[in-house]
Structure formats: structure tokens, C-alpha cells
């Protein structure tokens, strides 16, 4: 059962840059495991170390500043989470911390990740999330799920809203099982698997 | 009402409507590899879980694998890589799925496989935690990828919970320049409308600059959505995909009420699409990336762009303005998912043949799987390759991504054939700019960024 997100209070670190992939996010060398853990290690090891392998801080990475040591909101540029499909990227930010990603558009395949994570992925205007990004850190960020609002520390009387998919929401905040959700509809699923047998038998042949 | 070959796709494959507006959709096929299908086979059994039908599951070995010619079964190109080949091969026998491995006479990347096996055929859905499964939408299959646990999700219930995107059409007409081909028209789509231009839509592409793609050209462009921020892409089934499923799909028989019905998997007239783009193909050239985003790519003969981003100049080690052209390169890469198919070595080997690679430069193919390789060396095309002084590798992705390992040394220069120019994505610190086949063997026998027309006429080489 994934930890439900109702509500969350936190430091945003800003990586205002387009097109950050999951390659970035996670690089394959750091894939060392057939395992969801050991990641956080290896999360943005590209730009957070200096040197390939290295585990010596790189002082100019964003996440590496004092101010946000603490971090559990990300905030990104326009396509968040482009390229690879692996999940990886998701659970390294999770294990590091953290719950929420803030961005002008997201990967398609990375937004589902984080949903099946429980992290919070909030698309938002390009500049709304360039007048977060501009404010001096540290920025701290009140995310309510619920009313799908968030405040930032630096701007305490604008509510910014955003949208999120219902599905993706209740997922979110109840913790749900897809799977387990997905199998009290097993009746369903069979009826239409033995009606499709019939109506496209090609596809039961093949294999 | 009037519906797109996508609506149509997804009407076939809608269980039901479930809650906030998703639907269960049945998925008739879906692919694993070692690096993101393992976990998921590995999750699913520590959930309790059971795989619902395993005849419609296939895992498949190509990421991690070695690209050393003669490679041991076991063999990974990266450290500690093994575990990941043989713990899937150990999850997918006790799982009792079907397993294409390392030493299996059909092995390859999985979106090239899929096709060449008849795994894939038009109208079935499709689903492989890998980004670049939208490839098989031209065959007219609806095929997207997902993440591992959406994965355990279709073995555990044959479905996914899925909400509909929306869907773009894009068109392309006319003729395509000398030069051109697949690649080229996805490069030139993604520089003008932006890596992010595809909105997460699933997208049809249509026109006659489409239709008159080869289907091998037709899996090029699909495979290039994701890069376009697409949710997938498909193209409608025409007799050029009947015959080429015929073909490839052994111990099929296929009826005529099959190939009827896959001739009505087509967009309807008045069909509405959420967004269109329209492309002339007089417009494209051939096109080569300059930065760090498929998005940054331009015309050959064109040069770096004024406005370029610092960050992505100064890892290229480029300037404002500069021309592409000249430039002197350390590594050509060809094969991958993108450009790994017989059609794409062909091209490749026109430009090769009677030509020799520069010392300077490290020249690899590795074919897309070992039904490529194999009809390569029946053509040949193997030993065209080797005196012009490429690498001949036993299939995988090999050198489209960075695993670990064995690589490009940092700041080297890298045509490539693949999907990916990241920061990183080849090595570290390594320069990849992506291009066609025929493009990269021009660049690799010149030493230098240049197009196929740039080189001097060839020696004549002796029988």
C-alpha cells in the first residue's frame, strides 16, 4: 500500500531546465539491481557528483545547496521526465524524498510513474511555474491535494490551483492498489476475454 | 459518428468504463526485457500476483546484452549486468512466459522483433514498459509504453486502467527530397514543433509522403513519437503491411475475413482530430541534431543556430552559428531500435561499399536482432561493413545508451543512428548527434560531419 498524499509541506528545489529525461533523472549506470530500491544514490548522478562514479558532491548542483538539503518538491521546466520508460527515475526521487513534481508539461510515461508511486506530478502554466522558480529560496510550498491548490511561502496570498485526473487523485490520496482495485472487476474482464475469443480468435491463436 | 483508427483501437480493446473517467483496456501482447520487465516480473511474484494468460507474454533480452561478436550466453556489456539476464530468464521460466534469449535464433531488440515474428499485428494492443514501443503502431496496432508496474498491472489482469489521450493527426505530402527518408521527417517534426509538441497525444500519421514509406520507414518515424512527447502513433494498415505481416508472420494463416477486417482499421472521413500539423516533405532535407534534445536538430548543410542554449553548447563543445559540417568526429554508431533493420543497414552499406573509415574514428553496427544479421550476411552486407572498418555486433540496443561499462571516451564526437542525443546518454560526457543510417556511414568514411553527396566519387574496387 503506497503512503496516501493529502496534503504536503515543503521545501521546493528549483531545476528550471527543458526536457529533463529520465536518463538524467537516473542514469542506466545506476541501474545496478533488479530491484525497485538502492536508487536515491544514483538520482541526477550525472550533475549532482563531479565526476562520473564519484560520489563527491558537485557544489553548484541545485539539490546539493544548503537551503535545499531538505527538498521534497521538484520543480521543473516543459516536458519533466521525456525519454526512457524506466520507472527507476520515479523511485530514486521517492526514495530521496521526494512526494511532489511541479512542471510546465511532463513525459507521458513518467506522469504515470509517479502516480503508481504515490508522488504528486501538478502540471502548471509555463508562468506560474517561472514566478515559483524566480522567488528567492528557499521556497517553501503548501500542497493540498484535496482542493488541488498549493501556496508558496514567498507569495502567501495566491492560490494557485491545477488539475489532476480523478483517477490519478484518488489513487493519490486513498494509497490504492490499481492491481488489487483493477481485480474486483474480475468478472467483467473475464466476460469480455471469452466474448473476444470469439470475435477476434487470431489473437488467442497466436503465441 | 465518424471515428479515427485510434478511436477504433481503443473501441476494440475497452473492457468497460471504470470510475474518473478511465477505461480497462485488454492487452493482447505485452513485451519485457530484462531491464525494466525483470523488475516487474520480480514485483509481481513478491505481491503474490500470478501472471493471467503467460501466452501472451514475451521477454526478451536486448538491453543489457553484449554486442561482442561470440558473446557467452550470459555475457552483459556492462558490469554487474548479468544479474539482470539471468534473474529475468529464471522469473520468465517460472512464469512459464515466452522467453526470446540471449542465444534464441530470433533475439534482438524487442521492437524489432516483435514485428519480424508476427508477435505484433495490426489491430492488436500492445503494451512493453519501453519508451520506444510506439514503433509498432505502424502496423496499425495501437502500442504505447509504460512503466513496470503498469506492467505487472496487464500480467496480473490481462488489462490496464487507462484514460484516453487526445489525438493528433499529422500529415505529410508529397515527395520526399534525395536524401531523405523516415528519420529525417521525425527530426524535422520534432525541431519545428518542439520535443514537447506532441502534447502526450496518440498520434495518426497520414499523407502520401506516409503511404509511400516502406514499412521498415514506417517504424522509424512511429519510434520517434515518443520523442515528439506523443502517447503513441499508429499508421494505417495498407497492403504494403499485409504483405510484409504475410511475410513475417510464420505459421499464420491469414484468411481473408482477417485481411478484411484489418483493410477497415482505417480513420474515418470526417473523423475529428484535437490538433493537426501539416507537413510539405519538399520542405525536409536531411537532418542531423546539434544539442542535447532530439529537438535540436537542423538541415545538414545548416549550422548551429544563433539562439542556441548555453548548457547544450558548451557539452557539444559547439559555438553559435557554426557550421555542422567539417566537424571531425571520433565514433559513428549504427543500429537501435530507431535504425536497426535490414533497410536501414542497406542504406548504409550503398554509401560503405568501396569506402574505409579514418583510424581516427570508431566505427560500430550492431543489427537490430539476429534475423537482421542474418539476412545481412546472406546479402553480404556483413562484409561491406567490415572493410569499410565497422565493428559487425550481435544484436541489442549495444550503444544507444550508456549502461556501464565499455564506451565512447568523454568528449568524443558520436554520429549516431539511435533516438537520444541526452547528455550522458552514450557515455559520459559523450557528443551524439543523431541522423539516418546512410548519414552516419557518409560521416564515418569522411571522418567528418558530411552528407552522402559531400564524398568523392569511391576508387573502383576490385571483385
Known sequence: MLKPLLRHTGIAAILMRDNVDTDQIIPSREMKRVSRDGLADGLFAGWRYTAPGSRVPNPDFVLNRPENHAASILVGGENFGCGSSREHAVWALKEYGFRVVIAKSFGEIFHGNCIRNGILPIALPAKQVERLAMAPAPVKLQVDLEQQTLISSQDPDRFISFEIGAFAKRLLIDGLDPIALTMTQQDQIEAFFSDDAARRPWVYSAG | MALTLFDKLWREHRVCGVEDGADLLAIDRLLLHERTGGVALKSLKENGYRVRDPSRVYAIMDHIVSFRAGRSRNEARSPGGEAFITETRAMASEAGIHLIDTDHAGQGIVHVVAPEHGIVLPGFSLVCPDSHTCTLGALGALAWGIGSSEAEHVMATGVLRATKPKQMQVTIDGALPPGCTAKDIALFLIARHSASGGK?????????????????????????????????????????????????????????????????LRTDPDARFDFQIRIDAAEIAPQISWGTSPEDSVALDQPVPDAAPSRALVYMGLQPDQPLRGLRIDGAFIGSCTNGRLSDLQHAAEILRGRTVPAHVRAVCVPGSKSVRRAAEALGIDKIFRQAGFEWGEPGCAMCFYAGGETFPPKSRVVSST???????????????ITSPAVVAACAVAGEICAPIDLPARQRVDA
Not at chain 2, 504483405?243 to 481473408?256: I, K, P, Q, R
Not at chain 2, 533516438?419 to 548527434?433: I, K, L, M, S
Request: some cysteine; aromatic content about 8%; overall charge negative.
Open chain 2, 200 to 264: 502526450r497525444c496518440a498520434i495518426e500519421f497520414t499523407g502520401s509522403t506516409v503511404d509511400a514509406l516502406t514499412v521498415e520507414g514506417r517504424m522509424t518515424l512511429c519510434n520517434m513519437a515518443v520523442e515528439f512527447a506523443a502517447h503513441s502513433a499508429v499508421i494505417a494498415p495498407d497492403d504494403k503491411v499485409l504483405d510484409y505481416v504475410a511475410a513475417h508472420a510464420a505459421g499464420e494463416t491469414l484468411s481473408g475475413e482477417l485481411t478484411d477486417y484489418w483493410r477497415t
Open chain 2, 419 to 433: 533516438n537520444r542525443n541526452f547528455e550522458g546518454r552514450q557515455g559520459p560526457g559523450v557528443r551524439t548527434h
